[in-house]
């Protein structure tokens, strides 16, 4: 095993005792990314020289026995669309492809303060709209498990660094399903936390359960970890009006949960929204395989049917004032699921929008009712199996059309609209063979229980062959050619 391939937790405990050293950690992530990343496009912006001076300089701080954070010595993969001091950061458009910011953005701050090492910016798309990794600057990611199918999006690099062992740690962020769809696409954990959790300064409307920052990892506990370092907040100094006063060092110490003892709700659909036959059968099939495990699981009376078009009202409104200072400057080429979503924006009532308020404030009350006598509630991560990167999303799903960008992704959009905590974790493969994902949804503000669930779970998925995470075939890539960076839309 090579050190890219460990926990972060272990390589935390490992620095710490000196028996593994900073510099050997990154230029093993280095290697694994020269060796793979020709073949998937994750990894867009490379710093690596930074990075060997920084793990030098952090193996100097070890030597001097000075106090070091969390993430001491630890690479990790950075979301193109969160600025860095000094680093390319384009948000996978060609108006930035020159941007050098002098500043980091706070959750990159945080990050070096806690010692981290940033190794590179992964992709996104343009804008970071869509849940389909492909931009007209750095063409396509694909899919480690299938290189010509998608990685989902719009974390999708940081999905796809993390499944192929570039880095243990990266960050993603999370509109309608930016971090779950990937990491359920990839095998990989993401975590969509309570709004507010974990402060996002570069928000653009004041109170909302969109643009949601949050960590990826292979694991859950290494998300935990990364976790303790995103919550770090002084609220008294703090930018984002959303970010409330919170224990963030409990996220480095997840409870212990006895699965015997945990009791499920579970839905394929979430009360009947558009979900494949496919993957309701294979979702089904792994609640069987859960109810083995776990106390109780029986099917959840949640019914978020609505979410959807409250999702696009929602949408509609933040993307008017997110970009209505720019729309005048965009290109015929420009994200179409971005000019989608304006341009429905500049046709809808003012009534519209306030019929969604309300009715999301329903769902929310509903969703909550839902989970009583449940720990968690369960459904799948994504609507599709992963599909090729060339097409911008499904055509169709069982021949019912899909409207627009967002109607096969309803799965995550609609958990968003309700605002609870979710985390996107591996559970085997589909029929295809390619990961699928569940999400385990928690209340809101049980951020930490949620997690502790989870944790609990994906160390019994490990012992079943047919649960556990699946495993990117790294020597395949590193032997493969593909079509991914030349790709432009």
Avoid at 143 to 172: E, I, Q, R, W, Y
Avoid at 221 to 246: E, H, I, K
Avoid at 327 to 335: I, L, M, T, V, Y
Wanted: charged fraction near 20%; aromatic fraction near 6%.
């Amino acid at each position: 095993m090579e050190l890219s391939d460990w926990r972060a937790v272990d390589l935390r405990a490992a620095i710490a005792d000196g028996s593994v050293s900073p510099s050997d950690l990154v230029r093993s992530c280095i290697d694994r990314i020269d060796e793979v990343d020709p073949c998937v496009n994750a990894m867009v912006t490379r710093v690596f020289d930074r990075a060997l001076a920084e793990a030098q300089s952090a193996e100097a701080q070890l030597a001097r026995r000075e106090p070091v954070g969390p993430l001491h010595g630890i690479p990790v993969a950075i979301k193109d669309i969160q600025t860095t001091a000094g680093v390319l950061t384009t948000y996978g458009s060609h108006d930035f492809a020159d941007n050098v910011p002098t500043e980091d953005a706070p959750i990159v701050a945080r990050i070096r303060q806690a010692g981290g090492i940033v190794i590179g910016k992964t992709n996104v798309p343009e804008h970071s709209i869509g849940a389909n990794t492909v931009n007209r600057l750095f063409g396509a990611t694909g899919n480690p498990f299938d290189v010509t199918k998608t990685c989902g999006g719009s974390s999708g690099g940081s999905a796809v660094a993390l499944a192929t062992h570039m880095a243990p740690l990266a960050t993603g962020s999370d509109h309608g399903g930016s971090l779950r769809i990937p990491a359920s696409f990839c095998g990989v954990v993401g975590f969509r936390a309570t709004p507010g959790l974990v402060p996002n300064e570069g928000r653009t409307v004041a109170q909302t359960n969109y643009s949601v920052q949050g960590p990826m990892a292979r694991h859950v506990d290494d998300v935990g970890l990364l976790l303790s370092v995103l919550t770090q907040r002084d609220v008294n100094s703090t930018r984002d009006p959303m970010a409330y006063p919170v224990d963030h060092a409990k996220f480095l110490n997840l409870d212990p949960i006895d699965p015997a003892k945990l009791r499920i709700a579970a839905s394929a659909d979430l009360g009947g929204l558009l979900v494949s036959q496919s993957i309701q059968a294979t979702f089904n099939e792994r609640v069987g395989r859960i109810a083995n495990i776990v106390g109780h699981i029986e099917a959840s009376p949640v019914d978020l049917r609505d979410a959807p078009s409250v999702d696009w009202h929602l949408r509609q409104e933040l993307f008017l004032g997110q970009y209505h200072r720019d729309a005048a400057n965009w290109d015929e080429g420009f994200n179409p699921n971005v000019r989608a979503t304006y341009e429905a924006a500049l046709e809808t009532s003012f009534a519209d929008y306030a019929e969604a308020r309300r009715r999301q404030m329903e769902l929310t009350q509903h969703t909550i009712a839902s989970l009583e006598g449940f720990d968690v509630l369960i459904c799948p991560g994504v609507a599709v199996s992963p599909f090729p990167w060339t097409e911008l999303n499904p055509s169709t799903i069982d021949g019912t059309p899909v409207e627009n960008y967002m109607a096969w992704l309803q799965l995550t959009a609609s958990l968003t609209v309700v605002g609870h905590p979710v985390v996107a974790l591996p559970c085997g493969l589909d029929e295809f063979g390619m990961p699928f994902g569940i999400q385990v949804i928690g209340r809101p503000h049980a951020d930490h229980a949620v997690l502790s669930v989870a944790r609990a779970l994906e160390e019994a998925f490990s012992a079943d062959a047919d649960l556990q995470r699946p495993v990117a075939p790294l020597d395949v890539l590193a032997n493969t050619q593909s079509e991914c960076r030349a790709y432009r839309p």
